[in-house]
């Protein structure tokens, strides 16, 4: 099976363009960051923003894995980026697609005291991200980057794979850092920093 | 056959220098420090035009998050004509073709040695500091190994007993630049060497702040609306330096961090270390616009 090598992401000034919105959105906690149009063509299923995300901070240097997995998706960000497919306990990167339940989330890597950093990072792929009250999940954030409290509607998010997120950040420092990512490249960051309220909203 | 000779090379260098590899390393490690605030991320810091120890952790920062429609504005101790902000501002002109500007409410990334600008910086700006030693526990432990445990462990007793050793000695803490911060409640940084002056600027600022110490291969952040809280005690509040009855030489201006110029004849002077600020008061006292930005 051929996989497409995607010759049209600038691989410098693409890569540039959604790190910053990436550095914006972590660094404000709740904040709902327009991503840039991007030409590419990911296969059934996988996000352009998520697989934009993975463009941008994966390399060889670095491995992650696919929850549920998926092999097309495997095979097209490994051709992509030259990253090492890895066990969910092991890898660095860890791309979620948020509507399927994915218990291995539960494995995640959380860093040690000694090097928190460690700790994953999650790419989640969403339906809808809105900063206005909407059907869905309801989350409220707050800690730091975020002024008071800041608080999103976000659809497409299985309650089970926030639960077990928001499980894995229960020890400070300790934890995982989670973008999420909508398809119409609406982004939210949820680092381990921030205290998250949830509620259903229907 | 492919003859490397012939081809023609447009360009000397990726975009802001640095390879892509290298890049995408600092913005990992960037987006680590901003979700973990304060606490000090390893990153491999390779070999630069600029010897190590001469801004190289923040000018790798900002070469990863700098992007063609950036303004950048480089400063050394407030200054935009310091050496070392010239030359770090030459290399980046150089390499990314980015325009620039002393003005610092024009400014998109700042690139900073040793001070905070005056004008206070909004959320659209990113502050990049440059520091020398990134260790606050320096000061009292010199295995890098054992410092990291104690941040493990939050266990800042030693520093606390050095302050206290420092007031009972000299009645007062005696750390001007470099005052230990402790941040979001969690880690304590060394806020590069700043002055006191600038330490409460770091405190729930609209503005994200990201350290870089290159000889030391550690970048740790300060996030917007953090809190950042000078080490002090109940009875001995932290203070900042003091300036009263004082007024800048040249532009007039009180209520900004003063240089200390000795005349020669015995006496002292005192002159704005932020020179557009300076530049700036001056302007709008006189009635003229050059305010030095071009």
């Keep these: ?61 670095t491995s992650f894995a696919i929850l549920p997995a998926s092999e097309p998706w495997q095979d097209y960000l490994t051709v ?41 990072t999650i790419f989640a792929m969403v339906d809808a991200i809105d900063s206005a009250a909407g059907g869905g999940l309801r989350l409220t954030f707050a800690g730091p980057g975020v002024d008071g409290r800041a608080a999103v509607s976000v659809t ?28 119409q490249g609406r982004l939210v960051a949820m680092p381990r920093s921030t205290a998250v309220q949830w509620e259903v909203v229907s | 056959m492919l003859n490397l000779r012939t081809i023609e090379r447009k360009h000397g260098y990726n975009f802001a220098f640095l390879d892509e590899n290298t890049k995408r390393e600092v913005r990992r490690k960037t987006l680590k420090a901003v979700a973990i605030p304060g606490h000090q991320v390893p990153f491999a810091s390779p070999e630069l035009p600029i ?68 004008e206070k910086l909004r959320a ?28 493990a462990e939050m266990d800042y007793s030693r520093m606390w007993v050095f302050l206290y050793e420092n007031i009972v000695k000299w009645g007062e803490i005696t750390i001007g630049a470099r005052y230990p911060s402790l941040v979001n409640g969690r880690y304590l940084i060394d806020p590069s060497p700043i002055p006191r002056w600038d330490v409460p600027k770091l405190h729930m600022a609209d503005t994200l702040f990201l350290f870089g110490a290159g000889r030391e291969k550690r970048i740790y952040a300060v996030p917007p609306h953090t809190s950042v809280e000078p080490l002090q005690f109940d009875d001995v509040p932290f203070r900042v330096e003091d300036f ?8 007039g201006a009180t209520g900004t961090f003063l240089n200390e110029i000795f005349d020669g004849r015995g006496g002292k002077l005192y002159v704005c270390s932020d020179s557009y600020n300076c530049d700036a008061v001056k302007a709008k006292r006189e009635g003229t616009t050059d305010g030095g930005g071009q």
Aim: aromatic share 6%.
């Design chain 1, 80 to 120: 992509n980026t030259g990253a090492r497919p890895a066990a969910p306990a092991d890898a660095e990167f860890i791309l979620l697609a948020g509507r399927e339940y994915g218990p291995q989330i539960t494995v995640a890597r959380r860093g040690d005291l000694l090097a928190p950093e460690r700790g994953a």
């Design chain 2, 244 to 251: 009263a009855g004082r007024a800048c030489l040249r532009c």
């Design chain 2, 124 to 151: 659209d700006q990113i502050l990049v500091l440059q520091v020398p030693i990134p260790e606050p526990l320096r000061f009292v432990e010199a295995s890098m190994a054992k410092t990291r445990e104690m941040h």
């Design chain 1, 156 to 183: 497409g998010l299985n309650v089970a794979n926030l639960e077990n997120i928001l499980s894995l950040n229960r020890e400070y420092p300790l934890g995982v850092d989670c973008f999420l990512a909508d398809r």
């Design chain 1, 1 to 61: 099976m051929s996989v497409l090598f995607e010759a049209a992401f600038n691989r410098v000034f693409d890569s540039q363009n959604l790190y910053r919105r990436m550095l914006d959105a972590i660094a404000r906690p709740g904040k709902v960051v327009a991503l840039p149009c991007l030409d590419i063509c990911p296969p059934s299923g996988l996000s352009v923003y998520a697989s934009g995300l993975a463009f941008t901070l994966l390399d060889g240097d």
């Design chain 2, 51 to 118: 010897a190590r120890g001469w801004g190289t952790g923040g000018l790798q920062v900002t070469m990863a998050i700098i992007g063609p429609d950036d303004v950048l504005k480089v400063i050394d101790q407030g200054c935009d004509g310091g050496v070392n902000a010239v030359n770090i501002r030459k290399l980046l002109v150089k390499t990314t073709g980015v325009r620039t500007t002393f003005a610092t409410g024009e400014a998109t990334i700042v690139q900073t040695r040793h001070r905070i600008p005056e």
